[in-house]
Nanobody, 120 residues
Framework: QVQLVESGGGSVQAGGSLRLSCAAS????????MGWYRQAPGKQRELVAE???????NYADSVKGRFTISKDNAKRTVYLQMSRLKPEDTAVYYCNVRARRPGTLPRDYWGQGTQVTVSS
């Protein structure tokens, strides 16, 4: 059974920090990338940051210089360190894992989401 267990969300004042974690289990095949997306009320889900197995990273322009994504391959865990948070960072944050079994197309797995609320 595939599980993506997220933790670390919560409420913080503007300028504060939070660290999100997502531990993946039950995924067969090779993990190609892990990342975080977010969805604010009335908006589409958007990429926040992603990291590939070999460590290449990609960030949304809005979080560059403030958020850092990292991973532990052995633990199949991805982290998102969020600093200098702004009210516009308020959203539900979703963990994403892209994995592929030999001979098949990559597949996306999603966490249940964790709320991040930043007050001004």
């Amino acid at each position: 059974q595939v599980q993506l267990v997220e933790s670390g969300g919560g409420s913080v004042q503007a300028g504060g920090s939070l660290r999100l974690s997502c531990a993946a289990s039950g995924i067969s095949g090779s993990i190609n990338a892990m990342g975080w997306y977010r969805q604010a009320p009335g908006k589409q889900r958007e990429l926040v940051a992603e990291i590939t197995t070999d460590g290449m990273t990609n960030y949304a322009d809005s979080v560059k210089g403030r958020f850092t994504i990292s991973k532990d391959n052995a633990k199949r865990t991805v982290y998102l360190q969020m600093s200098r948070l702004k009210p516009e960072d308020t959203a539900v944050y979703y963990c994403n894992v892209r994995a592929r079994r030999p001979g098949t197309l990559p597949r996306d797995y999603w966490g249940q989401g964790t709320q991040v609320t930043v007050s001004s």
